[in-house]
């Protein structure tokens, strides 16, 4: 069985934006739009946009519409010096080489299955 028409919208347009097909600062198409192309009422309509609003992917301005936010969130957390020391001493770096490394370092975080998460790290050493 299908789920509400309201959640297939709301996830067909983060598929767009996902992908590309609605970059960030752009405007979503309008609720006359989407309820042309789904068939649907414009509470439908209203109910996807805030769904979309809830999981954070467009901001709505009052008399200019909804536009797709930035994919980009910024900010710094600290991190301990027992875990960069780690990483220094992992790989045999001084403290001077570690922090030229980490310059260009790629970070993410990843979820293990138990719940867990884990920093991933990329370090070019050239």
Same mark, same amino acid.
Not at 77 to 103: I, W
């Given at each position: 069985?299908e789920g509400p028409?309201?959640?297939?919208?709301a996830?067909?347009?983060?598929?767009?934006?996902?992908?590309g097909?609605?970059?960030?600062?752009?405007?979503?198409?309008?609720?006359?739009? *989407?309820? =042309?192309?789904y +068939?649907v009422?414009?509470g439908?309509?209203? $109910? !996807?946009?805030?769904?979309?609003?809830t999981r954070g &992917?467009?901001?709505?301005?009052?008399?200019?519409?909804?536009f797709?936010?930035s994919?980009?969130l910024?900010?710094?957390?600290?991190?301990s010096?027992?875990l960069?020391?780690q *990483?220094? =001493?992992?790989? +045999?770096?001084?403290?001077?080489?570690?922090? $030229? !490394?980490m310059?260009?370092a790629?970070?993410?975080? &990843?979820?293990?299955?138990?719940?867990e998460?884990?920093?991933?790290y990329?370090?070019?050493l050239?």
């Amino acid at each position: 069985m299908e789920g509400p028409k309201y959640l297939k919208i709301a996830d067909d347009l983060a598929e767009e934006i996902r992908t590309g097909a609605l970059g960030p600062g752009e405007l979503v198409p309008s609720e006359t739009a *989407l309820m =042309e192309r789904y +068939g649907v009422s414009s509470g439908t309509v209203r $109910r !996807a946009m805030a769904e979309l609003r809830t999981r954070g &992917t467009i901001e709505t301005r009052h008399g200019a519409g909804s536009f797709v936010r930035s994919a980009l969130l910024e900010g710094s957390v600290p991190l301990s010096p027992d875990l960069l020391n780690q *990483l220094r =001493e992992k790989h +045999g770096l001084t403290r001077e080489g570690f922090k $030229r !490394a980490m310059q260009s370092a790629e970070l993410s975080i &990843t979820e293990a299955d138990s719940g867990e998460y884990a920093l991933t790290y990329r370090i070019p050493l050239s």
